[in-house]
């Protein structure tokens, strides 16, 4: 039975989720309803984090709370918005084409989302690969990575400048080529929905699924101290550019380490986190 159930959680979660998204979306209350969803997934993944541990020993505190909550509200909250809605709109206008949209709006919805994710994860894909290839790309994004534990609440743990390093090759290239706000939505949705489920300390088998999507599975290879297995798995949303640019793993029959974080020391406090890519500490 706990078999059956972890095979069928991802996909019921990710499908249930962005199903309710798009319903909101279609009854004019997108916005709103995404953010309920959100909190009830996160909820979800509270509980059952608890009742299927994939790491049990990811389930003591580590005293991380405090800033991966301020990390998130800072980041995925203030930073997000002024950057995305007020900066990129702002300019995606001034820049819109003369001769209408690049876009093609005629197509169905669910193409239109494809199309968009994949442009989209183009950027991302090199964008989160430069951060571990770059020294100075990497001293910003290791704070992601010096979580000793993987759970839905550190999704957000990002330092403010890789998350708007990473904002300007997502969402703002789609709104220079004039996608429309459901395509805007849905690529946020699952990009939102997918990444709460990566970070997520629950036992999934995703099967087949693990060739197109970022799942948990592929995820924590990549936060492994072995840089041969960290240093791969980039995909923000899907596979497709680790298996065309050879950075995918996914070894059969292993299991990715629980000892997991980088091999420098990080600042307890959020302040420390935050001043830590400005100084000279080596990381």
């Known amino acids: 039975m706990r078999t059956f159930v972890s095979c069928l959680l991802w996909p019921a979660l990710a499908t249930a989720s ?3 998204i798009y319903i909101g979306m279609e009854a004019g209350h997108g916005v709103l309803v995404f953010n309920i969803v959100y909190l009830s997934l996160a909820a979800a993944l509270a509980l059952l984090e608890r009742a299927l541990p994939y790491e049990r020993q990811w389930l003591a505190k ?9 990390h998130t509200v800072l980041s995925k909250g203030v930073a997000q918005v002024l950057v995305t809605v007020i900066v990129f709109m702002g300019i995606a206008e001034w820049l819109k084409p003369a001769g209408g949209p690049l876009w093609p709006e005629t197509w169905p919805l669910v193409i239109q989302v494809a199309l ?5 994860e183009l950027g991302l894909y090199w964008k989160h690969r430069l951060a571990h290839e770059w020294p100075w790309l990497w001293r910003f994004h290791a704070v992601h990575h010096s979580v000793t534990r993987l759970w839905f609440f550190n999704t957000g743990r990002f330092h403010v400048v890789d ?31 997918l990444g709460i489920l990566t970070h997520c300390n629950i036992e999934m088998r995703c099967g087949p699924l693990n060739y197109v999507f ?12 072995d840089l041969s297995e ?15 640019f050879g950075t995918y793993i996914n070894p059969p029959g292993r299991r ?11 600042p307890e406090d959020f302040v ?9 500490a080596p990381l």
């Not at 968009?116 to 989209?120: E, H, Q, S, W, Y």
């Not at 789609?174 to 459901?182: D, E, N, R, S, V």
């Open 18 to 20: 962005l199903a309710a």
């Open 256 to 266: 990715p380490p629980a000892d997991i974080g980088i091999k420098y020391a990080v």
């Open 62 to 70: 580590d005293g991380q709370i405090g800033p991966d909550l301020a």
């Open 214 to 225: 970022n799942t948990p599975e592929l995820h924590r290879w990549h936060h492994s101290k």
């Open 116 to 120: 968009g994710l994949v442009i989209v």
């Open 272 to 280: 420390g986190q935050l001043k830590l890519p400005f100084t000279r």
């Open 163 to 193: 998350t708007v390093t990473g904002l300007l090759v997502g969402i703002p290239v789609l709104l220079l080529l004039g996608a429309p706000q459901p395509v805007l939505l849905m690529v946020s949705a699952v990009t939102a929905v």
């Open 230 to 244: 960290g240093n791969r798995n980039y995909g923000e949303n899907l596979m497709l550019f680790d298996m065309i």
